[in-house]
Structure formats: structure tokens, C-alpha cells
């Protein structure tokens, strides 16, 4: 058996109490929207290079509000980098549990992947004298079927 990373139980206590955390987190925060995938890529990247530029870009501006047109509204573009500062930390921690939970997710699954297909091979020697275990061998045996390719119409 491969190596075993993860070995923990979430009980329905500690299930319960996480939902409920969350809960709270998304009620303390109602301001927060929904991107679609559309929206976020017609959008300008912003990522931690760009946080520093954007508040240098506010101090240019509060500095010289004389340089923007009248379109950019400076007490906007003020409050959009306040939003982003002050809700840095909180990204940051909660990217920083996402990542431990995805790990979490990924070595236990990868762990339960890795026994069950140790389970198929011996099911599938077991079978071959036995015969016992066929119809169990042809629904897990599905995972691995190959889907037939689509061939383009002439056109």
C-alpha cells in the first residue's frame, strides 16, 4: 500500500461546526459578489505585483488629482483600493486554508484512488478462478472504459 499522508476522521461535529464558520464568514461579509468565467477574463489581471502599483497609483493621484479626467471618480478608485487592502489579510488566510484544504482533499483521495485500485487487480485475480466477481469487475472495471471518439463529417 502507498504511503498514507493523511489519516484523520472529520466527524460530524467538527463537519457542522465548519459549515456553521462559514456561514458566519459569508454573513460578515455580504458585500461579495459572483464572476462569471466571461466577466473575469474581459477584466484586467490583478494579483500580488499589482497590489503595490495600485496604492502608488492612488498616492499619484490624491497627490495630483488635476492629471484625471473627469470620468475616473478619485473617491472610487480610493475606495476599490481600501476594499483591496483591507480585505488582503483575510484573502490571504483564506487562500492559505483553501490550499490545506484542496491538499487534505487531494492526498485522501489520492490515497483512497491508489487502495481501490489495488482492491480492482486483486478482484480481478480473484475472478479469474472464481469467476465469483464479474458483474463487480464490469461496473468498476467502467472508470477505465475509453469513449469513442467523435469523427468529423466530411464537410
Request: charge should be negative; glycine fraction near 4%.
Amino acid at each position: 500500500m502507498p504511503s498514507n499522508r493523511i489519516d484523520a476522521v472529520f466527524s460530524t461535529e467538527q463537519r457542522e461546526k465548519a459549515q456553521a464558520a462559514l456561514a458566519t464568514l459569508a454573513e460578515a461579509l455580504p458585500f461579495l459578489i459572483n464572476l462569471s468565467t466571461e466577466e473575469r477574463a474581459a477584466m484586467p489581471k490583478f494579483g500580488e505585483m499589482n497590489r503595490s502599483f495600485v496604492v502608488k497609483a492612488l498616492a499619484v493621484a490624491e497627490a495630483h488629482p488635476e492629471i484625471l479626467p473627469a470620468s475616473l471618480s478619485l473617491a472610487e478608485f480610493r475606495a476599490d483600493v481600501e476594499l483591496v487592502e483591507d480585505i488582503y489579510p483575510l484573502h490571504h488566510a483564506v487562500q492559505t486554508l483553501l490550499r490545506k484544504v484542496d491538499d487534505t482533499y487531494f492526498a485522501a483521495g489520492s490515497e483512497a484512488y491508489a487502495a481501490a485500485l489495488l482492491v480492482y487487480q486483486y478482484a480481478k485475480v480473484h475472478n479469474v478462478g472464481t469467476g465469483a466477481l464479474e458483474e463487480t469487475l464490469d461496473d468498476l472495471g467502467r472508470r477505465f472504459a475509453r469513449r469513442a471518439r467523435k469523427v468529423a463529417a466530411p464537410g
